[in-house]
């Protein structure tokens, strides 16, 4: 959510923005909250009056009695009553339309960055860099499913059983790759000099408002029926909303955070080839990172953040690319955003692994998340970051060390956490 002062003071740029992001049919909300606004303040300024008015007429009243001229006294108590019960309506209309303007600013997306390059969804997104080289093996690699399967991995035919489409067993050493790589990840992390946290799954609908945008709530989030309790999306969710309503003291910032999560998403729509298998799911894993800062270190923090994550890919040997994030592509909430991207020899292509989001104040602005400085309180930065989020990376990775013989070599990094094996051969 925006400054309203920004709607006060620039309205142009509001609206700018706006166009810029392909939401045309949202430049309305500007003007709508500027009216708003200006009914609210008139309002206030009537309520004020009133009220003045009110302790000046109820000294009256005290004097006039005291007099013996209780008929007078008597008139200006009527115009007492009239005042307290207009008062009583300012303060519900008032209400009302703080209400609605708070809607309408949740539906303005946030300012976005002046790099962001301009587009109108994913397809104009830019590369940025490659890191490792990008091999295609000189012998046929088959789908995921198919390698996972003859390595005794993977069941998706007992799932759909049990809970549909979009749902998996992993079993035997792939069950153990998948934990081997998210405690490898914890580990990078702590490393990293972040506090590792374990948040609650589940959430309510006041945080899942505060964290991203009602499009975004409406496709992702399972709701708890007869509750208000949401599955998580991701732990970033709990994460950011563990400071919901907090002052955090100046000398405290920044917050950094790498958490482990179940995430639970609808995954609504159709999709291709590709998104069957692990690919797309209602549930997966996912080491994620997050951190709290000054306004002014959330980008320095943005550029350590996705390094940190193509730093761990190319430590599992596993070539991977960063892809700029077009206008059109961001969600609402978010100021920039940069997704990491593996390579898959079979595909001969990358595809998203994980994406590192710098959200300015949106999140805290929502949340009545700040921090304490000496000229008052201001709003800190948030940003997330995909560590991690198995079972989809792991088609990358058994893609990238797939031998012609079907097995699956096992990078330096995860030896001990995979007990000394080295291959993973097929049962």
């Not at 959510?1 to 923005?17: A, F, G, Q, S, Y």
């Not at 919901?244 to 920044?254: F, N, R, S, V, W």
């Not at 890919?313 to 077009?326: A, G, K």
């Not at 955003?337 to 999140?363: H, I, M």
Request: aromatic fraction near 8%; hydrophobic fraction near 35%; proline fraction near 4%.
């Amino acid at each position: 959510m925006i400054d309203i002062n920004l709607i006060r003071t620039n309205p142009e740029k509001v609206k700018e923005n706006i166009k810029k992001k392909f939401q045309k049919h949202k430049l309305p909300l500007v003007d709508e909250v500027l009216e708003l606004d200006k009914k609210v303040r008139l309002l206030k300024q009537e309520g004020d009056n009133l009220r003045s008015q009110r302790n000046t007429l109820s000294g009256q009243i005290g004097m006039l009695m005291k007099s013996g001229n209780k008929q007078e006294a008597d008139k200006i108590k009527e115009q007492v009553v009239k005042n307290n019960a207009r008062i009583v309506d300012i303060e519900k209309e008032t209400a009302e339309t703080e209400a609605k303007i708070k809607q309408d600013m949740m539906s303005i997306p946030n300012i976005i960055a002046d790099d962001v390059p301009i587009g109108e969804d994913d397809s104009k997104n830019v590369q940025a860099q490659t890191f490792l080289e990008a091999k295609v093996p000189d012998f046929e690699i088959p789908y995921h499913t198919d390698i996972l399967e003859k390595l005794g991995g993977l069941d998706v035919d007992s799932a759909r059983k049990t809970s549909g489409q979009g749902f998996y067993y992993l079993t035997g050493d792939i069950a153990r790759l998948h934990s081997a790589i998210l405690s490898y990840a914890r580990d990078f992390m702590i490393n990293k000099g972040f506090t590792y946290v374990i948040p609650p799954y589940m959430i309510h609908g006041s945080v899942v408002q505060g964290v991203m945008s009602f499009e975004e709530m409406g496709n992702m989030m399972y709701k708890i029926e007869g509750e208000d309790l949401y599955l998580i999306g991701t732990s970033e969710h709990s994460m950011i909303g563990r400071y919901q309503d907090t002052i955090i003291p100046e000398d405290k910032l920044p917050i950094t955070l790498t958490s482990y999560s179940p995430c639970f998403r609808k995954e609504k729509g159709s999709h291709g080839l590709e998104e069957r298998g692990i690919y797309r799911i209602h549930q997966f894993e996912k080491q994620e990172m997050v951190v709290i800062c000054k306004p002014e270190e959330s980008e320095q923090w943005y550029e350590k953040m996705w390094n940190y994550t193509v730093e761990l890919f190319v430590s599992m040997e596993i070539p991977v690319r960063t892809l700029v994030c077009c206008s059109g592509d961001l969600a609402d909430l978010k100021y920039k955003s940069l997704d990491v991207e593996a390579w898959s020899p079979r595909q001969k292509k990358y595809f998203e692994v994980g994406s590192c989001s710098n959200l300015t104040d949106a999140q805290a602005r929502r949340l009545g998340i700040r921090y304490k400085t000496e000229k008052g309180n201001v709003y800190p930065h948030t940003l997330n970051n995909t560590v991690v989020a198995p079972p989809r990376m792991l088609i990358a990775f058994i893609e990238n060390h797939l031998q012609a013989d079907g097995s699956v070599t096992i990078p330096k990094v995860l030896w001990q956490y995979m007990g000394g094996t080295k291959v993973i051969k097929v049962k």
